[in-house]
């Protein structure tokens, strides 16, 4: 007998599957992060997940949250907060997505419905190129209306603020993990930018006290074509 | 229309699309970016400053008007859409009117400059720039051309070293931000609409999230901006200019231009999109940098203000508002045919913008 195809909740509930056994393993290989891990929910409800195969369902999503957002212990279940907190920011851009494209998708309605109505009467069909530049200057007319209204500004901004949660999400993560095998993170690099800028403009600041019109590095003579 | 007749003409015109298809693809795979050259006038270095690096252009005809030009694109984008190619190129037109030009060049920034603020490059990158042009060719004042963003960083530079500056040329320059509400055209300002119906604090959080206003993030606002456009530039445009060599570069020349669109630096764009964009504190007189406020009627050097009466990202009337605002009388208005690009680029507009430029800066030399 042929096997069934997967189903998309079967397929998610496998994903899920094999995300914890791929974060298994980096905590195997990091001192400490291994006993937090063992001791922490994140396999059990991942777990819960393939085992329902049914995909995020609200219980889900709620157990999540409270994962996510419960209170903060000082020993265990940092990175799993961390994991927790990402892959709710993760579903919920997908929400918003998911309200965005529903509302990107009605002027194409609303171009076809006019178009239609303003299809030439009789035998005398226009050219494929006619059609479409007719077909096409009704589309931009009808999604620039769209971009401008309250509602597309609206569901674009929390898709914005959705993605920009995902993203610091993913950086609070990421430096967890670089700060297990001790790599330097974002935030040391943004804190070193910063002393150099402002190092910088004290230093110039003092050299144009001095020297009003001392250069800095230059270069001369090089040709750029 | 019978039938029959239309089914014929459905094949001819099926036939004649895929054997453009089909040449588009052998033109495309034989083609090297390094063909498409984009910025090629030749100029040599002058001065490094961090990333910053100030150029003079090689002059091509006997100079006309003494006082060296200083130009300024802005942070978003690169200043090669001044100099896409060689017969549509402002740079060139304007070194062919016989102007000592100079260019500064932002270069890539990135994360590294996440801390930069426009103080940063008012106050510090133009004005070394400034001094240092004056410096090789014995002036004391410059005339400063900017264009958009970089529009604005010369109008802030020319209030606050009105002493520094000859004559200040702006090209598709906003100063009155919120001025598009006053334009009709409903494809006109979309940035500005956009911007405004977010809040300060989502601006803060991108730039927290992401160290800089992404260059892909602003592609893809541009691209919303005219979007059948965007959704037909490779699959009807591209295919329709594949017969014409000279049109095919021309097209990959500016998809070049676009695909070079670096970060901009976080904390200058806080600036432009909550100070600038949202706040309109440049025409409220409360725009402040380095700890000065930026009074436009304290720029005395006359002024030309060139602005594209289709101009779909900066619209004529956030452009036009400078005229009451500032402090000279010697004031200039020249609207060209075309959108933000077509001013630089179209072949119609190409010789009328630098031959207004450099008539009027003759006058005024």
């Not at chain 1, 929390?158 to 999400?169: P, S």
């Not at chain 1, 800028?197 to 144009?208: C, Y």
């Not at chain 2, 003494?66 to 090669?80: E, K, N």
Request: aromatic residues 8%; proline residues 5%; charged residues 25%.
């Amino acid at each position: 007998m042929a096997e069934e195809p997967k189903s998309s909740a079967d397929a998610l509930a496998d994903t899920l599957a094999q995300w914890t056994e791929q974060w298994r393993k980096i905590a195997e290989v990091s001192v400490g992060a291994g006993e937090a891990w063992s001791n922490s929910m994140l396999p059990f409800i991942m777990t819960r997940a393939a085992e329902k195969r049914t995909g995020l369902g609200d219980e889900l999503s709620d157990a999540i949250e409270r994962m996510a957002q419960g209170p903060k212990l000082a020993d265990v279940w940092d990175i799993d907060r961390k994991l927790m907190a990402s892959f709710l920011a993760w579903t919920k851009m997908r929400q918003q997505l998911a309200a965005y494209n529903a509302n990107a998708s009605r002027p194409w309605m609303r171009a076809m419905e006019r178009h239609r109505a303003a299809a030439p009467a009789g035998d005398g069909a226009p050219s494929w190129r006619d059609d479409f530049a007719a077909w096409s200057a009704i589309a931009n007319e009808e999604l620039i209306r769209n971009q401008r209204s309250d509602e597309f500004l609206q569901v674009q901004r929390e898709l914005l603020q959705a993605g920009i949660e995902f993203r610091k999400t993913q950086t609070d993560l990421s430096e967890t993990v670089s700060g297990l095998f001790g790599i330097p993170t974002q935030s040391d690099y943004d804190e070193l930018s910063r002393q150099l800028t402002e190092l910088r403009r004290e230093v110039r600041a003092l050299a144009r006290g001095t020297s009003p019109s001392a250069p800095s590095v230059e270069q001369k003579g090089d040709r750029h074509e | 229309m019978s039938e029959e007749n239309l089914a014929a003409r459905y094949a001819r015109e099926f036939a004649d699309t895929t054997a453009k298809m089909s040449k588009a693809a052998e033109i495309f795979a034989k083609t090297k970016d390094a063909d498409i050259d984009v910025g090629a006038t030749p100029k040599h270095l002058v001065m490094r400053r961090d990333k910053v690096e100030l150029y003079r252009y090689e002059p091509i005809a006997e100079r006309k008007a003494q006082t060296p030009v200083l130009l300024a694109y802005g942070l978003i984008g690169r200043y090669t859409m001044a100099d896409l190619q060689p017969d549509r190129s402002l740079v060139r037109s304007l070194l062919a009117e016989g102007l000592d030009l100079w260019l500064v060049d932002w270069g890539r920034p990135g994360r590294a400059e996440r801390w930069l603020t426009m103080d940063d490059y008012v106050d510090d990158y133009i004005h070394a720039a400034v001094e240092r042009v004056c410096r090789e060719t014995g002036h004391e004042r410059v005339t400063l051309l900017g264009i958009c963003e970089g529009g604005v960083f010369t109008t802030c530079y020319a209030a606050l070293h009105p002493d520094k500056v000859k004559n200040l040329v702006l090209t598709i320059t906003p100063i009155d931000f919120h001025a598009d509400s006053d334009d009709p055209a409903a494809h006109h300002g979309f940035l500005n609409v956009w911007t405004r119906s977010l809040d300060g604090a989502d601006v803060d959080d991108l730039v927290e999230a992401f160290g800089v206003l992404p260059g892909e993030f602003m592609s893809s606002v541009f691209s919303m901006m005219t979007p059948m456009r965007s959704l037909t530039k490779y699959n009807i445009d591209l295919i329709d200019v594949v017969d014409d060599e000279a049109k095919w570069k021309n097209f990959l020349r500016m998809e070049k231009w676009l695909a070079d669109r670096p970060h901009h630096p976080g904390e200058a764009a806080k600036q432009w999109l909550k100070d600038l964009y949202q706040e309109n504190q440049l025409v409220n007189g409360k725009f402040v940098l380095s700890g000065r406020t930026v009074d436009l009627r304290a720029i005395t050097a006359p002024t030309l203000n060139v602005f594209a009466l289709d101009d779909h990202i900066i619209p004529p009337t956030c452009s036009k508002a400078l005229g009451p605002l500032i402090g000279t009388s010697d004031y200039t208005e020249f609207p060209l045919p075309g959108g933000h690009v077509g001013l630089f680029v179209s072949s119609k507009s190409q010789g009328r913008l630098s031959k207004s430029i450099s008539e009027w800066l003759a006058a005024r030399d």
